[in-house]
Each structure stands twice: as structure tokens, then as C-alpha cells.
């Protein structure tokens, strides 16, 4: 199983900027797609974005598109997320996970179930 340990939260003003970072322990990380997963309060965990194995090939949620963009650094076994003009409704844990069934493939699913490794998660907090 991927272990996964996500860091980089923080408070931030609306209009600034973070980048999340997410360390996977493994010498097969390279090999799947991963994805972000952000949960407020009182609310259900929903996709953000993901990339593919080699990173050929992203998907976002339309709420981030053109304001995050995510990353992956195989060598470094670590997946970014890159996120600019950030907006009090982007508040929540944000989560890293890994779905070991999309291997070396370009087939992105947004469906949390398809993810069967997850993080701690990372606060995010946008002040207005």
C-alpha cells in the first residue's frame, strides 16, 4: 500500500497563493494516477484535480480550473498542487490519494471510490 503524507497548508488571504505537496513512500508511486480530494465542514469529500502516471494528462474540477494545476515529480515520489487566486470557498482539508488501479494508464477517474490510498489531509484556510 502507497503511504502518502500531505504538507503545505496554511492560512492565506483570498487572492493569494499555496502550494500543497503530497510524499508517497514506494517504489511503484510512479506507475498510478493521483488526485486531491478537499472536504469542508459539514460537507462531502470532492474531486479537485488528478494526473496521470507520467503526467501526460490532467483533470480538474471545474470550480479550480485556471487557478490550480497539479503536478507530479516521480523522482521525487511527490504530487503538487499549485494553488493561485484562492477564494474563502476554497477552504477545507484538502486530501492526497492514489488510485492503484489506473496504472501506467491515462484514464482519470474523479470518483472517490476509485482511490484506495489517502492521506492525513492538510488544512486550508482563505480569509476574505
Known amino acids: 500500500q502507497v503511504q502518502l503524507v500531505e504538507s503545505g497548508g496554511g492560512l492565506v488571504q483570498a487572492g493569494g497563493s499555496l502550494r500543497l505537496s503530497c510524499a508517497a513512500s514506494?517504489?511503484?508511486?510512479?506507475?498510478?494516477?493521483m488526485g486531491w480530494f478537499r472536504q469542508a465542514p459539514g460537507k462531502e469529500r470532492d474531486f479537485v484535480a488528478a494526473i496521470n502516471w507520467d503526467g501526460g494528462r490532467t483533470t480538474y474540477a471545474d470550480s479550480v480550473k485556471g487557478r490550480f494545476t497539479i503536478s507530479r515529480d516521480n523522482a521525487k515520489n511527490t504530487v503538487y498542487l499549485q494553488m493561485n487566486s484562492l477564494k474563502p470557498e476554497d477552504t477545507a482539508v484538502y486530501y492526497c490519494?492514489?488510485?492503484?488501479?489506473?496504472?501506467?494508464?491515462?484514464?482519470?477517474?474523479?470518483?472517490?471510490?476509485?482511490?484506495?490510498?489517502w492521506g492525513q489531509g492538510t488544512q486550508v484556510t482563505v480569509s476574505s
Open positions: 490519494a492514489s488510485d492503484r488501479r489506473a496504472s501506467f494508464t491515462t484514464t482519470i477517474s474523479t470518483f472517490r471510490s476509485a482511490y484506495d490510498s
Open positions: 514506494g517504489r511503484t508511486f510512479m506507475r498510478y494516477v
